[in-house]
């Protein structure tokens, strides 16, 4: 089984910074993408940003020039900072990750539990 465990989530005034990380564990083979989505309530999931293999990396326009998202293959941690926070990032972020177990194996989606970030002063 996989396990994806997210951390770094908490309460930050607006302007402030925060970064997430997040861990895969069990037996993986290996990783495609990787990524940060996240929901506020009421709201439908929305990505945030989305990192490839080769450090390919893709965010959504709200986020643009205030997040930077990274990873490291050798941990298969995949991490998001977050600058100029604003009380619309609000939200429970969850990562996710592309995760198969066996060359031959198809690439699967797995998510983390999910972590709360609250921008508010």
């Known amino acids: 089984q996989v396990q994806l465990m997210e951390s770094g989530g908490g309460l930050v005034q607006p302007g402030g910074s925060l970064t997430l990380s997040c861990a895969a564990s069990?037996?993986?083979?290996?990783?495609?993408?990787m990524g940060w989505y996240r929901q506020a309530p009421g709201k439908q999931r929305e990505l945030v940003a989305t990192?490839?293999?080769?450090?390919?990396?893709n965010y959504a326009d709200s986020v643009k020039g205030r997040f930077t998202i990274s990873r490291d293959n050798a941990k298969n941690t995949v991490s998001l900072f977050m600058n100029g926070l604003r009380p619309g990032d609000t939200a429970a972020y969850y990562c996710n990750a592309g995760i198969r177990f066996r060359l031959t194996d198809r690439f699967n989606e797995y998510w983390g539990q999910g972590t709360q970030v609250t921008v508010s002063s």
């Open positions: 990192i490839t293999k080769s450090g390919d990396s």
């Open positions: 069990g037996s993986i083979f290996s990783i495609n993408a």
